[in-house]
């Protein structure tokens, strides 16, 4: 019985897959594949690390009544902490899901209305990207005017595999989201292993709110 479950569920994750790939040319669909099955393998690996979403919530105090977005939340690890945190209205998006508050999206065409969310929180995710600018777009599009910006990835290490972007340093992250950086509440690069990052290379961590208009 337990066996036939685990097939379902695989079949259903590959059909969602499929879906998320029609229309799409043959190094798209590798990309996307690649990026899923890596993630699948570690389903049931737990949060790695609370950091950002620490230094998110003390630059930005949570309120019940603000939207966050978690791109690549993998699992429903990163909403949990976020709900113990106070946030109340969190959605996940990632290649697969098995919970109801992760959508199953592509982060370079996601579904959600323009100026949707308040917070947009991304951790170890944006590398993965086939096209990092427009997964950047896409951020921008669906924050409101004056939304907080999260993301934590890896700097300075081998791009390989599924991780395939490498952005440098703290600043040159930033520098991609100009014209629209207000006020940067966290810029800050840690070396691997150290009491501020526990993965095996460095990172840049940047959380900064968002201005869509023309002050
Ligand atoms: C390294 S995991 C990060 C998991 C979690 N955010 C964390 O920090 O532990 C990267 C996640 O991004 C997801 N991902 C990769 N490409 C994606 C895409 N194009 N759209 C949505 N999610 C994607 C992967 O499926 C994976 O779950």
């Known amino acids: 019985m337990g066996k036939i479950t685990n097939l379902g569920k695989t079949w259903l994750h590959k059909a969602r897959l499929y879906w998320l790939q029609r229309g799409a040319d043959e190094s798209y669909r590798a990309y996307l594949t690649e990026q899923f099955e890596r993630s699948l393998s570690k389903s049931t690996t737990p949060l790695q690390s609370t950091r950002l979403i620490d230094r998110l919530f003390e630059a930005v105090p949570i309120t019940s ?15 949990d902490y976020m709900r113990s945190k106070g946030a109340k209205q969190v959605t996940g998006i990632d290649l697969h899901s098995e919970s109801p508050d992760i959508l199953v999206m592509d982060m370079h065409h996601m579904k959600f209305p323009d100026a949707h969310f308040d917070i947009v929180y991304s951790s170890h995710s944006l590398e993965h990207a086939y096209d990092a600018a427009l997964v950047i777009k896409e951020m921008i599009r669906v924050s409101r005017n004056g939304a907080a910006i999260a993301i934590e990835v890896p700097i300075q290490y081998e791009t390989r595999g599924s991780d395939r972007f490498d952005f440098e340093s ?15 509440l966290v810029s800050e690069e840690h070396p691997p292993f150290s009491p501020m990052n526990r993965y095996s290379t460095p990172i840049a961590r940047v959380v900064f709110t968002l201005r869509k208009q023309p002050a």
């Open 170 to 184: 703290a600043e040159k992250l930033l520098s991609l989201f100009a014209p629209f950086v207000d006020q940067v």
């Open 65 to 79: 009544d603000m939207s966050v977005l978690c791109i690549g939340s993998r699992n429903a690890a990163e909403l």
